[in-house]
Each structure stands twice: as C-alpha cells, then as structure tokens.
C-alpha cells in the first residue's frame, strides 16, 4: 500500500513539474508564475517580471512570426483557397498570406467576421473594417506565412 501511495505521489509530482506552460493568451498585467519567463501571444512576445510584490507580464515586444516555407511555388491562391475552414483558415491581405486558424477565436469581432475570410483575398473586408487603425495590422503580423506567389 505505501509503494502505490508513495507511487502515486511521485506521479503527480512529476506531471506538475513536467506539464508543460498553459498556452493560454496572456496580457500586459496578467499574472505569471516565474519571473523571467516568457510567452509569445499575437504577435507579441511577454516576458514576466517582478512589480512591487507581484510578478506579472511586462509590456510585449513586436516578435516578426517564423515563417513555414511550403515546398513548390510558395503560396499560391489555390493553396489559400485549399484553407477554407475554421479548422484551417489562410486568407490574402494585401499581398500576404496569413493562417487565422488561431486568431478565429479570440477575434474582438466574433469569430464569423474572420470564418467569412478563410480561403480568399480578405484585403477589402479587412481594409474596410479596419481602415486607419494600426493595432490590427501588428496582431496580423503574428500571423504571417509569406508572400503571395504570382
């Protein structure tokens, strides 16, 4: 009995210890758990500091997001037009392919306004939605692919 109990214990100690960080989103002011660490959230990259007696997120730093290069001609608008779901959301902005796949949830607009975007040349709905603001288009860049081949 003590050997399953005392296994049990080591369990849980271990899923703690090796559980990986919660991917949730995080904000400027948010709570964290361990000064120093580090999290990357639309485009934005936090870093957990010490204020006062407290730790929280600093204030995000632009990141330029990776960009996954696809074998072949690049992305094409068959390629974008083959991600056409909530599951799978590439839409065009301006000459960029960009996946919202991750964005559709968290959108401030509900999720139909990005769905509405999946599969094709989004330019003139984002454009028209968003015209002469700038924060839009910084979250988007967390979300860039790469060009859109010609």
Not at 89 to 115: F, M, Q, R
Request: hydrophobic letters at 40%; charged letters at 20%; proline letters at 3%.
């Amino acid at each position: 009995m003590k050997r399953i109990v005392s296994a049990l214990g080591m369990a849980v100690v271990l899923s703690i210890v090796v559980a990986p960080i919660s991917s949730a989103a995080v904000k400027a002011g948010d709570a964290c758990k361990k000064v120093g660490q580090t999290s990357v959230a639309g485009g934005y990259k936090y870093t957990c500091v010490k204020k006062g007696s407290k730790m929280v997120w600093g204030k995000g730093v632009a990141v330029k997001a990776a960009t996954a290069k696809p074998a072949g001609a690049g992305y094409t608008l068959e390629k974008v037009k083959a991600n056409a779901s909530a599951a799978s959301c590439w839409t065009v902005i301006k000459g960029n392919v960009y996946d919202l796949t991750k964005w559709i949830g968290s959108h401030p607009g509900g999720e139909s306004a990005i769905i509405s975007l999946c599969g094709v040349d989004g330019s003139a709905s984002f454009a028209s939605q968003h015209e002469g603001k700038s924060k839009p288009e910084s979250r988007l860049a967390g979300y860039l692919l790469g060009p859109l081949a010609k």
